[in-house]
């Protein structure tokens, strides 16, 4: 496929894991990735093969480890 631009908002967890290889792949294929994601999170984290652009949430990664 010819490259393109695409937009993630992934959930943490499982899924985002799982999503992660895709977009690697994706990105080798000349894709443009931006993943937005809350400012805490447990497994969203800058890579090489997307751009990362994060919001604040009111929580601390201490609350959101509790809740979890």
Known sequence: ADGGKLLVVPMDGSHWLSMRSVLAALSQKEHEIVVVAPEVNL?????????LKTYPVPLTREELGTSM
Do not use: F, M
């Open 43 to 51: 497994n969203v984290k800058a890579s090489e093969y997307y751009t």
